[in-house]
């Protein structure tokens, strides 16, 4: 498939570069002919120095199928899309937006374009830390009521040390599924005799109203979030903030440098402690009791302040820290640091890409990690009847659940599978 990126900005960097070493064929428009210049120097795509929001220079590009409108203007995006699904008859046209009310469903539908709202998606992360802090990360499989679990084991965990079919009695008391392990920067799809030991990082298939059963039957032990502190402002502060408010007897408080920023927030949002000081001022944050927070999310504009804050928090004795990072190459270096939960929307949004991109009969496709991948498939009418056991991985790889019209389940050796039946898998990537 033939991509065009709108906008080479830090999004669309990304973007580039990640799509372009997985054999993509990739051109990019922009009006900065610097930032092509760059790209181009490094990697082999189609430079177009031109305004995209002029029919003629996206005519250049009329040949490529996928769009991926991401600069820093929601109103351009929106334009370009526009420009590209009535006059070039384009069908498939990704578009970054801020909006909340433009990526919902009904103007999705109505605008026939995939928007991506990665404001939203970022501050869903910082949402699911609150509500499973035991979790690294929580990947949300779309209207599923699906989740994937990122834990890494400790030498506490008493299945540290165990064969995975050994977990297997837990099934009894609540459906999941082990879908994949990371240890020593290797991912390995597990198959019954696999071990787990402590420092390795699982993701475990669950559905959302069973997370707190299984958290009991796996004997996890946690710190719940009760308090939050929101360092910092940033276009994604007022949207967490909001959020956060709607939860019950969670403290919340917030710090900027900035008393603008401090008067705003202090009058939308009166539940919450506002305070005006440098988000370094140690005297600051012990005196706001930071070594008795449960979370604290760093949200300025700066990512080096951001991650510097997290790690001074956590030296503090504040629970969790989680930082909003601009380059997504710091992701694997900043936990290093004490930074638990990177915030990274650049990668949020290439998640939305690879949708889009599968050479395979795949229905849906989520990026689980740099190697495996979430895709949705359906069941050929000739397997039909069929026990999963018996047809094994010829279909997609692990199976980790089957969706039918009364809902979604947990998949077993001993299911059957059913005419018009839809398979989420785990799949590793060609």
């Known amino acids: 498939m033939k991509v065009c990126i709108v906008g080479a900005g830090v999004v669309g960097s990304y973007l580039t570069r990640k799509l372009s ?42 040949s490529f199928d996928l769009f991926v409108i991401v600069t820093e203007s929601e109103e351009k995006n929106l334009t370009i899309a526009t420009l590209l699904k009535a006059l070039l008859k384009k069908e498939k046209v990704i578009v970054r937006v801020q909006n909340k009310a433009l990526s919902s469903p009904p103007v999705k539908e109505f605008l026939g374009l995939e928007t991506v709202n990665i404001l939203v998606e970022t501050v869903s992360t910082v949402i699911s830390q609150v509500k499973y802090p035991f979790a690294q990360e929580v990947i949300r499989i779309e209207n599923e009521g699906l989740l994937i679990i990122k834990y890494r084991v400790t030498v506490e965990d008493p299945f540290a040390g165990k064969q995975v079919k050994e977990l297997y009695p837990v099934r009894e008391i609540v459906d999941f599924t082990i879908v994949a392990v990371e240890r020593e920067d290797r991912v390995i799809i597990p198959k019954g005799e696999a071990f787990i030991y402590p420092g390795d990082v699982i993701y475990v298939a669950v559905k959302e109203k069973d997370v707190q059963l299984l958290v009991e039957a796996f004997e996890i032990k946690y710190r719940p979030v009760t308090s939050v502190v929101v360092l910092g402002f940033s276009r994604f502060t007022e949207e967490l903030l909001a959020r956060l408010s709607d939860f019950k007897d969670l403290k919340v408080k917030f710090v900027d440098s900035v008393k603008d920023n401090c008067e705003k927030v202090a009058g939308e949002f009166p539940g919450i402690e506002v305070f005006h000081g440098e988000l370094t001022d140690v005297e600051l944050l012990k005196s706001e009791g930071i070594e008795k927070t449960d979370l604290v999310v760093a949200l300025s504009e700066d990512e080096e302040l951001n991650v510097l804050t997290g790690i001074l928090s956590k030296k503090l004795g504040a629970g969790k820290a989680s930082a909003l990072i601009t380059h997504p190459e710091y992701e694997k270096i900043v936990p290093s640091v004490g930074i638990d939960v990177p915030l990274v929307p650049r990668k949020l949004l290439a998640s939305k890409v690879y949708r889009q991109l599968s050479r395979r009969k795949y229905l849906e496709i989520v990026e689980l990690s740099e190697e495996i991948d979430v895709v949705e498939t359906e069941v050929p009418e000739s397997r039909a009847g069929k026990k999963i056991k018996e047809v094994g991985n010829e279909l997609c790889g692990l199976v980790v659940a089957i969706k039918r019209k009364d809902g979604v389940e947990i998949a077993k050796g001993e299911t059957r599978l059913e005419k018009g039946d839809k398979l989420i898998c785990i799949t590793r990537r060609q």
């Open 21 to 62: 070493r997985e054999g993509y064929e990739i051109a990019v428009v922009d009006v900065d002919s610097s930032k092509l210049e760059h790209l181009s120097y490094s990697y082999d795509i189609l430079a177009v120095n031109c305004n995209a929001l002029e029919i003629n220079c996206l005519k250049k590009v009329s």
